[in-house]
């Protein structure tokens, strides 16, 4: 079975930075596509960011790209989301979620393309 560990949130003020972390156990991570989503309270869960098994392919929403960096290390078992430039509006708790497929070049961005996820870390940006 595997587990999901999400990290690194918190309370930032605009324009500050966080790095979140995502630690997989359980399973063969190197070779699944990850993405992180995030929901904010009233309203749906959103894709934010996404990477292939390699971490040759990269997605993002169009409103954090440029601030935003997904990354992995497959010898950690470990995805990041660097998070630069943050905005009150980014505020939500923050999901990884592996990929149901393996080796998929392009990762998808909907939800239901995902097997796993972690339990949440929140990310509060005060204005």
């Known amino acids: 079975q595997v587990q999901l560990v999400e990290s690194g949130g918190g309370l930032v003020q605009d324009g500050g930075s966080l790095r979140l972390s995502c630690v997989a156990s359980g399973g063969t991570f190197s070779r699944y596509g990850m993405g992180w989503f995030r929901q904010a309270p009233g309203k749906e869960r959103e894709f934010v960011a996404a990477?292939?098994?390699?971490?040759?392919?990269?997605d993002y929403r169009d409103s954090v790209k440029g601030r935003f960096t997904i990354s992995r290390d497959n010898a950690k078992n470990t995805v990041y989301l660097q998070m630069n430039s943050l905005k009150p509006e980014d505020t939500a708790v923050y999901y990884c979620?592996?990929?149901?497929?393996?080796?998929?070049?392009?990762?998808?961005?909907?939800?239901?393309?995902?097997?796993?996820w972690g339990q949440g870390t929140q990310v509060t940006v005060s204005s």
């Open positions: 979620a592996q990929d149901r497929a393996t080796r998929r070049m392009v990762v998808p961005g909907t939800g239901n393309q995902y097997d796993y």
């Open positions: 990477i292939s098994w390699s971490g040759g392919s990269t």
